[in-house]
């Protein structure tokens, strides 16, 4: 079976939001901004501007064990410094645990269930199939082993079933995006047994009630679109109408710049040259250099999605 979520952006229907077009930034606080994070930050915030939007800033802290309040502070701090200002208040998802638990609970409980299988005897699990089946699948998903368990779902991990058919989403990057959920993610875990809550669902519970309306990160991510889309439909959220992923700037080995590869932090101390150096990775018209908020207002009115368009590195360093 084949869903078309939805075909063209004028289709898509926005019950619970005004047409103000809203986008936002949403880092994990589990470094400092890289150039990496940072061009993410800009194309977004000029992206959204030059559609006379608004640009949210929502700190993804779900993940008590590698996020640390210094690194978000820093990030405040950094984006400041760039004159990179979002509207309205940020939002913290580590105080909102209890409307995610909520949605669990409630509109989202038929689809989850508990689940006490280890990471060890699933490993077991994999190796008894492999030894009476040659072809066991390179990605692995969960096997649904616990499915009709009936566990407490408070004491154990929660796993929640995604839809098993191939979803559609034009990507205004990447053009033209099929993925099946179940296929890619199988049975994802939501809520560990310690509690601590996913990313995705965290993620896509928030957009929705954010009412975003175009998301603009990482080609990274992409991977995990379906399953968002999926979620918010499950949650009976808005969808998100517009989905943007932008290439990567990976090092030369490949690899996406990331915080667990140790790239370097930024160096605000010159933030004009670091605007400028950021807007010239995105591919973007130059600017005249001058004060930040003078650089961004003139990148916001040139600003150019077709220099990324199918374009998976923005650059190699
Ligand atoms: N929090 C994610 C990150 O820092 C980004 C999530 C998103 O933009 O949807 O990589």
Excluded at 143 to 163: A, M, S
Excluded at 214 to 241: W, Y
Excluded at 260 to 269: E, K, V, Y
Excluded at 274 to 284: P, T, Y
Aim: with cysteine; charged share 20%.
């Amino acid at each position: 079976m084949t869903t078309v979520i939805h075909t063209h952006p004028s289709l898509s229907s926005r019950p619970y939001t005004t047409d103000l077009p809203i986008g936002r930034f949403a880092p994990s606080p589990t470094g400092e901004l890289h150039l990496g994070s940072l061009t993410t930050a800009l194309a977004s915030y000029c992206h959204i501007k030059s559609l006379g939007g608004k640009w949210l800033l929502r700190i993804e802290d779900t993940d008590t064990e590698r996020c640390d309040r210094q690194f978000t502070e820093q990030i405040l701090i950094d984006l400041e410094t760039l004159g990179l200002y979002w509207d309205g208040d940020i939002i913290h998802q580590s105080e909102r645990i209890d409307i995610y638990n909520d949605y669990l609970q409630t509109v989202l409980a038929p689809l989850t269930y508990g689940c006490q299988c280890s990471r060890k005897s699933l490993a077991r699990y994999w190796d008894n199939i492999k030894k009476v089946n040659d072809s066991v699948p390179n990605q692995q998903r969960y096997p649904r082993c616990c499915i009709n368990d009936i566990l407490d779902k408070k004491e154990h991990k929660l796993r929640l079933q995604l839809p098993d058919y191939a979803i559609g989403f034009m990507d205004g990057i990447q053009g033209m995006q099929w993925d099946n959920p179940q296929q890619t993610l199988g049975d994802m875990v939501v809520r560990r047994q310690d509690g601590m809550i996913n990313y995705i669902l965290a993620a896509s519970i928030d957009d929705g009630l954010q009412g975003i309306t175009h998301i603009m990160r990482g080609l990274d991510i992409l991977p995990m679109t379906t399953a968002q889309i999926s979620l918010l439909q499950m949650a009976g959220l808005p969808t998100v109408s517009y989905w943007y992923h932008l290439p990567l700037i990976c090092h030369t080995n490949g690899q996406k710049l990331s915080k667990q590869n140790l790239a370097q932090p930024i160096d605000t101390r010159d933030p004009s040259a670091l605007i400028a150096q950021a807007l010239k990775l995105l591919q973007q018209q130059p600017v005249d250099l001058d004060t930040p908020e003078r650089m961004l207002k003139q990148a916001i009115d040139q600003w150019d999605n077709t220099p990324l368009q199918n374009k998976q590195q923005l650059a190699t360093l």
